[in-house]
């Protein structure tokens, strides 16, 4: 064999251990500025409670893979992986010490978490792990802290992680206090003795990026903000302090909007960045949007924006002073669809334009009703998509919105297919859903519904008919019942309990349970109140007065 070149030395240490070892008194570990928030879900969470149980009955060993950190220069330790295995090992532990009676073995238990007497060096120096800035004011409080997983008197916010949490402590102290005291005792002696990791050192921060960034890229994918964000860091160069700043403004986005809603989010930007919307936005995002625009610019002017309108868009929660309201109205409208394309132009508009209130109001009102016709008429979203990168290109371009030519409005042919299709039946649940919550706005005394409103379609003739039914005395076509069930003229809204209740009653029945239960009457249903029969006939011309009115609204109204 020939000679062998000297291999350079990477500092990167690796050694078996137990996880006694690194929870240790004294131990710090803290998540470093490019970590993602906790996330597992109850089925992670079970499936490693069910590999300690499993250990436990068996006297085994159990490994849990590689913890990988990175010692800093005051002592502590990043940990670069095992955020998630961490924290759901200090849950379970947590869990544990606030079930056991036993003061002695409370603390035991208790040593793994943190020091109580450690207080005089910070509150950092007490506990052993210390999550995001996001995250661990509510870990400290709902989970490390003594007694605190059984008073769970903590309101885990909707825009953050905590709410999962929460899920996961529910889940752990119905499964830990049905063991029974005996069990759990030799439970905690299993994870104290016998749960055994590889401790990865990495000998600086910069080598720790590199190594989230290579197990974030490989294996199980994470969410796409969170590649985005490690692209981002290494663009911009940014030095520790740097990175920490931008870190924690990264997090309260993903707080505000969810790392569902931020992954959206940068798929938006890099459809307004470029039109190509082929690939993975993770894959492409630093080759489209950080080609042109400069990674320190980019977080510091153009991100916040971005997070601020598609909060707008996501919430429907939009600030322009006196015309807010009004302004509301057609943003939850478009929310009910069950197709998204219009987020961008959406987005668009927000971020080039946030504070004029008259041109907003006409443009939602304007999108609204675009929106609404491509469900209708533009059947294909290769149609739609062409439409609203028009559209998207006219607001990026500073163009004129609102006249002829315009992706906004729509040809006599148009209307007349919008009209023709909105006569017809409404096959899925998300159309069905969208066209009654939005018919029942433009109804005298009608109101705005939102999402989150309890508020279904109800059928008023059943969707499927019994045999020994009243209904097909009036109904005795099964062909005519097919045609008008999924009709606009035959839904109604009413809350969820009703919806159960009425199902496949008679007509009659169901008006009593309607407006007999004290239940909220919305308007869509307010038109049954003085109705004795619904046949046919009745339903056909509802849809033709139902479709009246919002072709009203949508096409005369807005185009006078």
């Known amino acids: 064999?020939?000679?062998?070149?000297p291999r350079s030395d990477s500092g990167i240490r690796a050694r078996e251990c137990a996880l006694s070892d690194i929870l240790s008194p004294g131990?710090?570990?803290?998540?470093?500025?490019?970590?993602?928030?906790?996330?597992?879900?109850?089925?992670?969470?079970?499936?490693?409670?069910?590999?300690?149980?499993?250990?436990?009955?068996?006297?085994?060993?159990?490994?849990?893979?590689?913890?990988?950190?990175?010692?800093?220069?005051?002592?502590?330790y990043q940990v670069v992986d095992g955020q998630q295995r961490l924290t759901t090992l200090t849950m379970i532990?947590?869990?544990?010490?606030?079930?056991?009676?036993?003061?002695?073995?409370?603390?035991?238990?208790?040593?793994?978490?943190?020091?109580?007497?450690?207080?005089?060096?910070?509150?950092?120096?007490?506990?052993?792990?210390?999550?995001?800035?996001?995250?661990?004011?509510?870990?400290?409080?709902?989970?490390?802290?003594?007694?605190?997983?059984?008073?769970r008197d903590l309101i885990a916010s909707d825009e953050s992680n905590h709410e999962v949490m929460q899920k996961n402590l529910a889940f752990l102290h119905e499964e830990l206090e049905e063991l029974g005291e005996a069990t759990r005792r030799t439970l905690f002696e299993t994870i104290r003795d016998r749960v055994v990791l590889v401790r990865v050192g990495v000998p600086d921060w910069d080598g720790g990026y590199e190594v989230f960034r290579v197990l974030n890229t490989r294996g199980k994918a994470p969410n796409s903000h969170d590649i985005v964000k490690t692209e981002i860091l290494q663009h911009a160069n940014f030095d520790q302090a740097e990175a920490s700043r931008y870190a924690r403004e990264w997090l309260e986005h993903e707080a505000k909007l969810g790392g569902g809603g931020l992954d959206d989010l940068l798929n938006i930007i890099r459809q307004l960045y470029g039109r190509n919307t082929k690939g993975k936005t993770a894959n492409v995002f630093a080759k489209v949007v950080l080609s042109k625009v400069d990674s320190r610019t980019f977080v510091d002017d153009e991100l916040p924006r971005y997070v601020e309108a598609y909060?707008?868009?996501?919430?429907?929660?939009?600030?322009?002073?006196?015309?807010?309201?009004?302004?509301?109205?057609?943003?939850?409208?478009?929310?009910?669809?069950?197709?998204?394309?219009?987020?961008?132009?959406?987005?668009?508009?927000?971020?080039?334009?946030?504070?004029?209130?008259?041109?907003?109001?006409?443009?939602?009102?304007?999108?609204?009703?675009?929106?609404?016709?491509?469900m209708l008429h533009f059947t294909t979203a290769s149609a739609r998509q062409k439409r609203y990168q028009k559209l998207t290109q006219l607001i990026q371009g500073d163009k004129p919105l609102f006249d002829r030519s315009s992706p906004l409005r729509f040809a006599k042919d148009e209307q007349k297919k919008v009209r023709e299709?909105?006569?017809?039946?409404?096959?899925?649940?998300?159309?069905?859903?969208?066209?009654?919550?939005?018919?029942?706005?433009?109804?005298?005394?009608g109101e705005m519904i939102t999402l989150e409103d309890d508020a279904t379609v109800e059928h008023v003739l059943p969707r499927s008919v019994p045999e020994e039914s009243y209904w097909h005395a009036t109904w005795p076509r099964t062909q005519v019942q097919r045609e008008l069930c999924e009709t606009?003229?035959?839904?109604?809204?009413?809350?969820?309990?009703?919806?159960?209740?009425?199902?496949?009653?008679?007509?009659?029945?169901?008006?009593?349970?309607?407006?007999?239960?004290?239940?909220?009457?919305?308007?869509?249903?307010?038109?049954?109140?003085?109705?004795?029969?619904?046949?046919?006939?009745?339903?056909?011309?509802?849809?033709?007065?139902?479709?009246?009115?919002?072709?009203?609204?949508w096409f005369s109204a807005l185009d006078d």
């Open 1 to 5: 064999m020939g000679s062998e070149t």
């Open 27 to 76: 131990s710090q570990l803290k998540m470093p500025p490019y970590q993602r928030s906790y996330s597992w879900e109850e089925n992670e969470v079970r499936e490693l409670l069910d590999d300690l149980l499993n250990a436990t009955e068996n006297g085994r060993y159990h490994f849990i893979g590689a913890i990988v950190l990175v010692r800093m220069e005051d002592n502590t």
């Open 93 to 151: 532990l947590a869990m544990m010490r606030d079930l056991e009676t036993d003061p002695v073995r409370k603390a035991e238990i208790h040593a793994l978490i943190g020091d109580s007497d450690r207080s005089m060096l910070g509150e950092g120096a007490a506990w052993r792990l210390t999550l995001n800035d996001v995250d661990n004011p509510f870990f400290r409080e709902a989970i490390q802290a003594e007694g605190a997983t059984l008073r």
């Open 311 to 374: 909060r707008i868009v996501l919430k429907g929660d939009p600030d322009f002073g006196p015309l807010t309201e009004a302004i509301r109205a057609p943003l939850n409208h478009l929310r009910l669809l069950d197709h998204r394309l219009w987020q961008v132009p959406a987005v668009a508009y927000l971020y080039k334009h946030p504070d004029d209130g008259e041109q907003a109001l006409k443009f939602f009102q304007m999108l609204e009703r675009l929106a609404y016709a491509m």
């Open 421 to 445: 299709r909105m006569t017809g039946r409404f096959a899925t649940f998300g159309q069905r859903r969208a066209m009654a919550l939005r018919t029942n706005a433009a109804l005298e005394n």
């Open 488 to 553: 606009l003229g035959n839904f109604v809204i009413v809350p969820q309990r009703i919806n159960h209740q009425a199902d496949r009653l008679d007509f009659r029945e169901k008006k009593r349970i309607f407006f007999e239960s004290g239940a909220r009457v919305f308007a869509l249903t307010e038109d049954l109140r003085h109705r004795n029969t619904w046949t046919p006939e009745d339903v056909r011309a509802r849809t033709e007065q139902l479709v009246d009115i919002l072709m009203d609204e």
